[in-house]
């Protein structure tokens, strides 16, 4: 239970990092797709690893 609210957490801080400090400056980037994805995955590590 604790652990589930820990993700949704962490997931609506990537979610609000992705909007305030990445997608502004996609257009400065040549390379926005691997940014984003690398971000994405981030985060995703992040709350699959409060999974134990």
Known sequence: MLSSIFKIQ???FCY???LRHILPHTKKFQCKPALLFFCVL??????HSLDF
Do not use: T
């Not at 981030?42 to 709350?47: E, F």
């Open 10 to 12: 962490i997931q609506l």
């Open 16 to 18: 609000n990092f992705l």
């Open 42 to 47: 981030k985060c995703y590590l992040l709350g």
